[in-house]
């Protein structure tokens, strides 16, 4: 029971580069949400997709897109990366169609940028 | 302006006893609380839901309540154990429409034996 995957653990980009971070759940869920963790800063949400469809901004969008690819994957795209996203990047999703659900979060992603 | 407060330095305290942790919050009208576990080098993982309308929630050694008139919620472990050192993250979400949770910074949580 994998729940939600992230991919992949560990990357370091140059700055600049672009780099699409994947996220895959496999418990039929509707929502999905990409959120960075930063030293002090705590889990601040970047997109979120409510349904199949659909994406929102959160509160930290500028410099990243997303793409709800189908019920089960949501990806977040940094098209030119800068040191300021360097994070660790989280993808979460929560079933049925109230936003109380309880969020299944994945292990994360260490992106650094040099 | 919107403000979720947890305490920022850890907790430390002794195998057997009960921690409580804090999530002070300002200018929010939560319906929910959540809170949840994280460990290093992992995701963050559910542990209770409280609705506005509540007092109280358990879960055996978990206890969490909920003040809309202090704004506040707290979270006790019973009879810790190393096992419970982690991190703790309390998160709102306010009662319009479709709202997004909004987390605290958390409060690690450190037990000894």
């Known amino acids: 029971n994998a729940g939600v995957t992230q991919t992949p653990k560990f990357q370091v980009l140059k700055t600049g580069q672009s780099m699409t971070l994947q996220c895959a759940q496999d418990m039929n869920h509707n929502s999905m949400y990409w959120y960075r963790q930063d030293p002090g800063m705590g889990l601040r949400l970047i997109y979120y997709?409510?349904?199949?469809?659909?994406?929102d901004k959160g509160e930290v969008p500028n410099g990243y897109n997303v793409s709800r690819l189908n019920k089960r994957e949501f990806s977040l795209r940094l098209e030119s990366a800068a040191p300021s996203q360097t994070s660790v990047y989280f993808c979460?999703?929560?079933?049925?169609?109230?936003?109380?659900?309880?969020?299944?979060f994945g292990d994360g992603t260490r992106l650094s940028i040099l | 302006s919107q403000k979720i407060e947890q305490n920022s330095e850890a907790l430390n305290i002794q195998e057997g006893k009960t921690a409580t942790l804090t999530c002070n919050y300002t200018n929010y009208s939560p319906a929910y609380l959540q809170w949840y576990r994280q460990d290093p080098g992992r995701g963050p993982v559910f542990l209770l839901l409280?609705?506005?309308?509540?007092k109280e929630k358990r879960k055996e050694r978990l206890k969490v309540t909920f003040d809309t008139t202090l704004k506040q919620s707290l979270f006790h472990i019973t009879a810790s154990q190393p096992a419970d050192s982690a991190t703790y993250l309390c998160?709102?979400?306010?009662?319009?429409?479709?709202?997004?949770?909004?987390f605290g910074k958390g409060t690690m949580l450190l037990v000894s034996p």
């Open positions: 997709s409510a349904s199949e469809g659909t994406t």
């Open positions: 409280i609705r506005e309308n509540e």
């Open positions: 979460a999703s929560s079933g049925g169609d109230r936003p109380s659900q309880p969020q299944h």
């Open positions: 998160a709102l979400i306010s009662g319009s429409g479709y709202s997004t949770l909004t």
